[in-house]
């Protein structure tokens, strides 16, 4: 099973730069590292993916370790938008994604 | 443009009853999940179908658990005599191919089932 650990909480203040880190030690070679968020009462939502070098959209960017092994998303300028649970993950040799507990971000005014 | 929507949002059904929870998924999106998630955990995954058909099914936590997708487009998941430990938001999501690794997932709202 693909099986990624991340920290169970994390604070920021508003309008600061967030780094949530993930390791994801057995991910295979081609498989893409996924990062969601989850506000309360909605459904996950797609934040941003990699595979190898890094990522930015226009939500966030996605550092990659260069042996795949742990990634950080990072919000540059976070919002009380943003307070939200974001999974790390990843399909390994599955279809479906498998998320763990991930990491609550609160937003501190 | 349109999302993926469930329905009903919130089910409140008698121990032992039968449910149904909709999902529709994205017009034209190939694939569909199901995804149950318990209170404070992240979700996990019950089934999947490429268009019609039911390629894995292997989170399904008992034989009282059904889902299916017979045009390939608007799924059903069905629980028959519910149990309390069912009671959970169930998620569905779709995405656009068959499956690759750099593949999204669009998620609905949600069903949050609660059994009495």
């Known amino acids: 099973d693909a099986k990624t650990t991340q920290p169970n909480s994390m604070e920021s203040n508003e309008e600061e730069p967030v780094h949530l880190p993930c390791n994801h030690s057995t991910i295979s070679g081609t498989d893409y590292i996924h990062w969601y968020r989850q506000l309360p009462s909605q459904g996950p939502e797609y934040v941003i993916h990699?595979?190898?070098s890094n990522v930015n959209n226009r939500m966030a960017s996605l550092a990659i370790a260069e042996d795949r092994k742990s990634s950080t998303l990072i919000l540059h300028r976070a919002t009380l938008r943003d307070a939200a649970v974001y999974y790390c993950t990843y399909s390994g040799s599955a279809r479906q994604l498998t998320f763990g507990s991930g990491t609550q971000l609160t937003v501190l005014p | 443009g349109a999302g993926v929507s469930q329905s009903p949002r919130y089910k409140v059904a008698k121990r032992g009853q039968d449910v149904a929870l909709r999902c529709d998924p994205i017009?034209?999106?190939?694939?569909l999940f199901w995804y149950q998630q318990a209170l404070g955990q992240g979700p996990e995954f019950l089934t999947y179908?490429?268009?019609?058909?039911?390629?894995?099914k292997s989170g399904l936590p008992s034989d009282r658990f059904f889902a299916e997708r017979p045009e390939g487009s608007v799924s059903t998941l069905k629980i028959q005599r519910t149990q309390q430990e069912d009671s959970a938001v169930y998620l569905c999501?779709?995405?656009?191919?068959?499956?690759?690794?750099?593949?999204?997932?669009?998620f609905g709202p949600g069903t949050r089932l609660t059994v009495l």
């Open positions: 017009s034209g999106h190939v694939s």
């Open positions: 999501a779709s995405s656009l191919y068959r499956i690759v690794s750099t593949d999204t997932q669009y």
């Open positions: 179908f490429q268009n019609e058909a039911q390629l894995d």
């Open positions: 990699g595979l190898t």
